[in-house]
């Protein structure tokens, strides 16, 4: 099993940044690839971007790319979505997941989500 904890969310004025974090334990975190999804209300759950094993490969969604930076510390067992040039449109609830295969169809683990507020 791996667990996950996310933190770092909250509220913020477009325009503004925000770090998320997701601390994991439980497994050896450097075998899984990790990435981070959320959820507007609303709206079905969607893929925001993926950081592989090593932190060297990344994937991310059209509508983040050049504004979100996801990253690793394999030494902290974290994984950290950077989020800048926030929209109110990136209101959502943020979520990490890990799974050993890169962008699996199914994510075998889940953390709980962070809250994500972006007033304009």
Same mark, same amino acid.
């Given at each position: 099993q791996v667990q996950l904890v996310e933190s %770092? %969310? %909250?509220l913020v004025q477009a325009g503004g940044s925000l770090r998320l974090s997701c601390? /994991? *334990?439980g497994r050896t975190f450097s075998n899984y690839a990790m /990435? @981070?999804?959320r959820q507007a209300p609303g709206k079905e759950r969607e893929f925001v971007g993926a950081v592989g094993w090593s932190g060297r490969l990344t994937r991310y969604t059209d509508s983040v790319k050049g504004r979100f930076t996801i990253s690793r510390d394999n030494a902290k067992n974290t994984v950290y979505l950077q989020m800048n040039s926030l929209k109110p449109e990136d209101t959502a609830v943020y979520y990490c997941a890990a799974d050993s295969k @890169?962008?699996?169809? *199914? $994510? /075998? $683990? @889940?953390?709980? %989500?962070?809250?994500?507020t972006v007033s304009s």
């Open positions: %770092g %969310g %909250g601390a /994991a *334990s /990435a @981070w999804f @890169w962008l699996p169809s *199914s $994510y /075998a $683990y @889940w953390g709980q %989500g962070t809250q994500v």
